[in-house]
């Protein structure tokens, strides 16, 4: 059972840049993808980025492209969300989550492990 545990989220205001760390319990298999999902009050869980573990490919939402930054450091077994001119609508709980297919996809469904999630809340 790989457990997650994600740090980092915070407050900033609009324009202001964040960094959200999530590290597994275990060392990750060649074989897994990992992915940063956000849930804002009212909405549902969305797909925010994702990696693949070996290798490093990525994909992102629309909506973040050109201002977050996935990246993974294999010997520490973390993941990282860069975040950079953060907007209002950026508020959300963000989660990440790991499955064990080395494809990335965008559905939450698909994933088999999360953390319990971080707060990031951008003011206006």
């Known amino acids: 059972q790989v457990q997650l545990v994600e740090s980092g989220g915070g407050s900033v205001q609009a324009g202001g840049s964040l960094r959200l760390s999530c590290t597994a319990s275990e060392r990750t298999f060649s074989d897994y993808t990992m992915g940063w999902f956000r849930q804002a009050p009212g909405k549902e869980r969305e797909f925010v980025a994702g990696?693949?573990?070996?290798?490093?490919?990525?994909v992102y939402a629309d909506s973040v492209k050109g201002r977050f930054t996935i990246s993974r450091d294999n010997a520490k077994n973390t993941m990282y969300l860069q975040m950079n001119g953060l907007k209002p609508e950026d508020t959300a709980v963000y989660y990440c989550a790991a499955r064990r297919v080395p494809v990335i996809v965008r559905g939450a469904l698909a994933y088999d492990y999360w953390g319990q999630g971080t707060q990031v809340t951008v003011s206006s």
């Open positions: 990696i693949t573990w070996i290798g490093g490919g990525t």
